[in-house]
T-cell receptor, first 113, second 110 residues
């Protein structure tokens, strides 16, 4: 049982490039979410999903796309990277949208130059 | 989503009890108060969650007054390994989302 896994761990992009951050969980959790954390700051919700085929926007969705074709995977796509997207990205999952703890992945550290 | 306010930092010594208070004046009926702990270069880890009165688990207690506009996380007898950032968030069970504040950096000294 690996929990929540994220790849890659580190990534450097040039402005304007696109990429996909991968997130997978093996706990059969319905709810998954993406956060970004800027240095010295708290986490901000980008997008979330309450189940396969259902996604919704969080606080800071601009510049990011998500899809949820399976229960296990919830990739985050950066459409055209900008320096303002330099951050650490965390994926999380929980049993459902209710009162259950979220399990966080180890994070992806992204630098956009 | 309800916003939360916490102290930016706190210092303590090993063996002391630490209480971190969080303010959430705009909490709604369906909101639950949740606390997470985060170590450097790691994702947050769930500590405790509650709705009202007192909740206790093996690592912490959570005190929530009747008006629910604030909450206090209590860590008994802290050790050096409790040095971390602690986040209070209000989990909206209808929307299935919440807002993390900027957290409280707790430093435990020997």
């Amino acid at each position: 049982n690996a929990g929540v896994t994220q790849t890659p761990k580190f990534q450097v992009l040039k402005t304007g490039q696109s990429m996909t951050l991968q997130c997978a969980q093996d706990m059969n959790h319905e709810y998954m979410s993406w956060y970004r954390q800027d240095p010295g700051m708290g986490l901000r919700l980008i997008h979330y999903s309450v189940g396969a085929g259902i996604t919704d926007q969080g606080e800071v969705p601009n510049g990011y796309n998500v899809s949820r074709s399976t229960t296990e995977d919830f990739p985050l796509r950066l459409l055209s990277a900008a320096p303002s997207q330099t951050s650490v990205y965390f994926c999380a999952s929980s049993i459902d949208r209710g009162l259950y703890e979220q399990y966080f992945g180890p994070g992806t550290r992204l630098t956009v130059t | 989503l309800a916003k939360t306010t916490q102290p930016i930092s706190m210092d303590s010594y090993e063996g002391q009890e630490v209480n971190i208070t969080c303010s959430h004046n705009n909490i709604a009926t369906n909101d639950y108060i949740t606390w997470y702990q985060q170590f450097p270069s790691q994702g947050p880890r769930f500590i405790i969650q509650g709705y009202k009165t007192k909740v206790t688990n093996e690592v912490a207690s959570l005190f929530i007054p009747a008006d629910r506009k604030s909450s206090t996380l209590s860590l008994p007898r802290v050790s050096l390994s409790d040095t971390a950032v602690y986040y209070c968030l209000v989990w909206n069970t209808n929307a299935g989302k919440s807002t993390f504040g900027d957290g409280t950096t707790l430093t435990v000294k020997p």
